[in-house]
């Protein structure tokens, strides 16, 4: 044991430990393609087991912002992981990749094995439900960066798409149809804005049962993020999607252009789908108006995946068979950015 980088506050016997305690959880997501167990100095995953002609590679890097400061005043660490791993392949997915594998950073004060079990755990729950394989990370310790306790999260995915099949939005037009995946509530996006209505404006806590809510408050805004993966595979296999959009941060506003080109607007009905109860708590209290609520927050629809209307009743059944509650939440129109009726 080094007694010196010990005496700078880094402790490798901690390290040692969380090595051992996470190799569990990551082989929870082994699949085919990984070429190599974590360890190694780069994960490595081999794409000519897949099969693929002409693979497409698409990759997405993301963290959970301030999300992360509600996790660790809750004591709650074995669902954020699950929110990075989201934060990454729903954007992936919008191209109509498959999620291969992933690397998550953690990067803490002081190395505490087991918080780091349940970051990793989270991690690796995350890959199981999207079907990708942890194949590697890392975790650093930097006591003069990270009071103990708190810590940083972020994720690296890489998706393969065959390049003919590789969605661009370049196929949206006037009349298609756009349906909304439900959200589990405000993801991981808005929490700088969520922490000053609650906190610093009202003084709520985290403990704060709410008759509306059903919960906690800290259990509502910790609710983790969905990940869409298999459903909107299975949708992109059974018709030809135009286009799609995860709904992150920017709300409807600035993801949904996203998804389509110039010329184009998206008309959504706002009544056509629920809104879960936390965002009508965070309005009241903070007395945000209607507009600006969809222009920050998801507001209950977490991706949107835009069809012909012909193949309209083709998507709604896969995706319900792949256990989705889809709703029809708008069109396509010639027009700019997106309107709200």
């Known amino acids: ?39 190694g100095f780069g994960g490595m995953f081999d794409l000519s087991e897949l099969n693929y ?9 993301d963290g959970v912002g301030t999300k992360l400061l509600i996790a660790i005043e809750a004591d709650k660490h074995d669902t954020i992981g699950i929110d990075a791993v989201a934060m990454c392949v729903n954007d992936v997915i919008v191209q109509g990749a498959e999620p291969l594998y992933f690397l998550d950073y953690v990067a803490v004060g002081k190395n505490d094995p087991a918080q780091i079990e349940a970051i990793v755990a989270g991690v690796a729950e995350g890959c199981h439900q999207a079907g990708a ?3 590697g990370g890392e975790t650093a310790e930097m006591p003069d960066m990270y009071a103990d306790g708190h810590y940083d999260l972020a994720g690296f ?5 065959e ?3 590789l969605i661009t939005g370049e196929a949206v037009q006037t009349g298609d149809v756009i349906i909304g995946l439900p959200s589990s509530g ?4 808005g929490f700088s804005l969520v922490r000053k209505v609650l906190f610093k404006d009202n003084n ?55 998804a389509y080109g110039e010329g184009l607007k998206a008309v959504i009905d706002t009544t056509s789908f629920p809104v879960p109860p936390i965002f009508d708590y965070i309005r009241e209290l903070g007395h945000i108006d209607k507009r600006e609520m969809y222009n920050v927050f998801n507001m209950g629809i ?40």
């Open 1 to 39: 044991m080094s007694k010196a980088y010990e005496s700078s506050g880094v402790s490798l016997e901690a390290g040692y430990e969380s090595v051992e305690r996470i190799k569990k959880h990551i082989a929870r997501t082994n699949r085919p393609g990984v070429f190599s167990g974590v360890g």
């Open 53 to 61: 002609k002409k693979p497409m590679l698409v990759s997405g890097t």
């Open 133 to 135: 394989a942890l194949i």
């Open 157 to 161: 995915t890489v998706g393969a798409v």
């Open 163 to 165: 390049k003919d099949e």
């Open 186 to 189: 405000i993801h991981s996006n």
């Open 204 to 258: 709520v806590a985290l403990d704060t049962y709410v008759e509306a809510l059903g919960k906690t408050v800290g259990e509502a805004i910790l609710e983790p993020t969905r990940i869409y993966v298999k459903p909107v595979l299975a949708a992109t296999k059974a018709v030809n999607v135009h286009g799609m959009s995860h709904i992150t941060g920017g709300g409807f506003d600035e993801n949904l252009p996203r």
């Open 302 to 341: 977490g991706f949107a995946i835009i069809v012909a209307k012909e193949d309209l009743d083709q998507v709604l059944a896969t995706l319900k068979e792949a256990g989705e509650t889809p709703y029809v939440i708008g069109h396509m129109e010639a027009g700019t950015g997106v309107d709200l009726i």
